[in-house]
């Protein structure tokens, strides 16, 4: 499978445990975003990268929240002291971008994360 | 800020029925505009996009959208549904260079066969 791939699919913790997500993007894809969805919202947007550069980060990711693309590949988006509210599905997508018009995000299948 | 509505949370219908799904946005200037489904258990897919050009626009699957600017509207509209486009419908609005996208809250469909 070459689409973005995403693990866990699924993750149960406690209050105030730490967690980390990875995302695989499609390969050669220089932009690599975070989302997150909670339950009957649409996604809500995170942060995004351009290869190992975190270009943007949303309001929503307070300091709690971190996510790194060290090689401009796969990327990390880790939880600290996790709360009850950060109960949601964390979606990955990528896309390929130059200076040009915009070009399609593709989207990961999410990690569903349940806070106890 | 940007923002998306969608004005429908659930809709049903019955196969062969017209659907139309409402979707407006905030935003004054130039804006590319998205339909993306969601299949049950499946990822977030792209259904049809607008940039430029033709404010109608034809997607997969027989679904096509229309850009009305002075509206700010991007409705989604098939003239024929069938028990697989069960599924939810997000709009979604693209207006800046980082390319992030605003999501509208969804529309949940569900066609009876």
């Known amino acids: 499978d070459t689409g973005v791939s995403q693990n866990p699919r699924h993750k149960i913790t406690k209050r105030g445990q730490n967690v980390t997500f990875r995302c695989d993007p499609i390969?050669?894809?220089?932009?690599l975003y975070w989302y997150r969805q909670t339950l009957g919202q649409g996604p809500e947007f995170l942060t995004y990268f351009q290869n190992e550069a975190q270009l943007e980060k949303s309001r929503l990711l307070s300091d709690r929240f971190s996510a790194e693309r060290p090689k401009g590949s796969f990327s990390t988006l880790e939880i600290q002291r996790t709360e009850q509210g950060d109960s949601a599905m964390y979606l990955c997508?990528?896309?390929?971008?130059?200076?040009?018009?915009?070009?399609?995000?593709?989207f990961g299948p999410g990690t569903r994360l349940t806070v106890l | 800020a940007q923002s998306v509505s969608q004005h429908n949370h659930h809709v049903i219908l019955s196969e062969a029925a017209s659907l139309e799904l409402g979707c407006n946005y905030s935003y004054g200037g130039t804006v590319n505009l998205f339909w993306y489904v969601q299949y049950p258990g499946q990822h977030l897919q792209l259904l049809l996009k607008?940039?430029?050009?033709?404010?109608l626009v034809k997607g997969i699957k027989g679904f096509e959208a229309e850009f009305i600017k002075s509206k700010f509207s991007f409705n989604l509209r098939k003239p024929s549904v069938q028990w697989s486009d069960t599924a939810e419908y997000f709009c979604?609005?693209?207006?800046?260079?980082?390319?992030?996208?605003?999501f509208g809250g969804g529309t949940r469909l569900m066609v009876k066969p």
């Open positions: 390969s050669e894809h220089n932009r």
């Open positions: 979604a609005v693209n207006a800046n260079a980082g390319n992030m996208l605003t």
């Open positions: 997508a990528s896309s390929f971008q130059t200076g040009g018009p915009y070009n399609e995000q593709f």
């Open positions: 607008y940039f430029s050009g033709d404010p």
